[in-house]
C-alpha cells in the first residue's frame, strides 16, 4: 500500500467516540474524512426507522458497489491521508469483500456495558446485531485472512486515558507521524459530517478534544444480560489484541 496515499478505514459500533476519533484525524490538516458512507445504504437495506432517515438516504450514496468505487478512489492531491469513519453494522453485504485490501483497516471497541447504557438513552430497543459487536469480528477476521496480519485495535478507554500515547501506537502501526494537532480541535458541527450530525453529535460538537474518561455509574436492567454477555465474548476476543504499551 502506498503510505503517501494512505486510506484508513477505521470500523466502530455505534456509542464508541468514533466522531472524537473522527475529529481528531480531521484537525492533522493533512487528512481528508468520510463520515459513514455507508449509512444510507444501510437504511435503504434494512428500511430501519432513523432520526433524518429521508434526508440521510436522498443525502448518500445507496449502491453499494458505488461506495466502493468512491472510498478506494485516488485521493485529492492536497491530501496524504484518507480517513474514513465506518460502522461495521452498516455492512450487511458481505459478497466481494476484496476491496478491503486497498484500505489500512483499523477497528475502534469500547466495553460493551457503556455502549449499552449509551445506547439504550438514544433507542428503545438493542439487539446484539445493533452494537456492531458481531459485525466488527466479523469484518476483522476477513482483514486478518486478506492481510495475512492482524490489524490494528484500539480500545476507547485507552484513549481517553491517554490519547496521546494510544494515538502514537496507532499512527506507528499505520507508517504515519502522530502529531499534537490531533488532541485538539474547534467547537461545532463541520461541514464534513454527516447530515445526521443534529441527531447524534451534540457532545462531540461541544467538545474540543478528547473527554475524561469516566466509568459509568448507571446499572444495567437485567434484562439486557444475554446481549451483554454475547457482547462481551466478541469484546474479549478483541481486546486480547488490542494495541497496548
Not at 87 to 106: P, V
Request: proline residues 5%.
Amino acid at each position: 500500500m502506498d503510505k503517501r496515499s494512505l486510506r484508513i478505514a477505521m470500523w466502530s459500533g455505534p456509542r464508541n467516540i468514533s466522531t472524537a476519533m473522527m475529529r481528531a484525524f480531521e484537525a492533522r490538516g493533512d487528512a481528508l474524512v468520510s463520515d459513514e458512507p455507508f449509512y444510507g445504504y444501510y437504511l435503504t437495506k434494512t428500511g430501519l426507522m432513523h432520526p433524518g432517515r429521508e434526508e440521510i438516504i436522498n443525502s448518500t450514496e445507496t449502491d453499494w458497489q458505488k461506495i466502493v468505487d468512491e472510498i478506494t478512489a485516488p485521493l485529492p492531491d492536497n491530501y496524504n491521508i484518507w480517513y474514513q469513519k465506518h460502522m461495521a453494522h452498516h455492512m450487511i453485504h458481505y459478497m466481494n469483500m476484496e476491496w478491503l485490501s486497498l484500505l489500512e483497516n483499523c477497528f475502534l471497541i469500547r466495553e460493551p456495558i457503556e455502549v449499552i447504557l449509551s445506547y439504550i438513552k438514544k433507542n428503545d430497543t438493542v439487539t446484539l446485531e445493533d452494537t456492531g459487536f458481531p459485525q466488527i469480528v466479523k469484518i476483522f477476521e476477513l482483514v486478518s485472512e486478506l492481510s495475512g496480519k492482524t490489524p490494528p485495535v484500539i480500545d476507547a478507554r485507552d484513549l481517553l486515558l491517554d490519547p496521546q500515547k494510544t494515538l502514537t501506537l496507532l499512527c506507528n502501526k499505520i507508517g504515519i507521524k502522530f502529531t499534537d494537532k490531533m488532541l485538539k480541535w474547534e467547537k461545532g458541527i463541520r461541514s464534513t459530517d454527516g447530515v445526521w450530525a443534529e441527531h447524534w453529535y451534540d457532545s462531540v460538537a461541544n467538545s474540543t478534544g478528547f473527554g475524561e474518561y469516566k466509568p459509568k455509574s448507571e446499572k444495567l436492567d437485567p434484562k439486557y444480560d444475554k446481549i451483554l454477555n454475547e457482547c462481551n465474548e466478541y469484546y474479549s476476543y478483541l481486546y486480547n489484541v488490542r494495541l497496548h504499551a
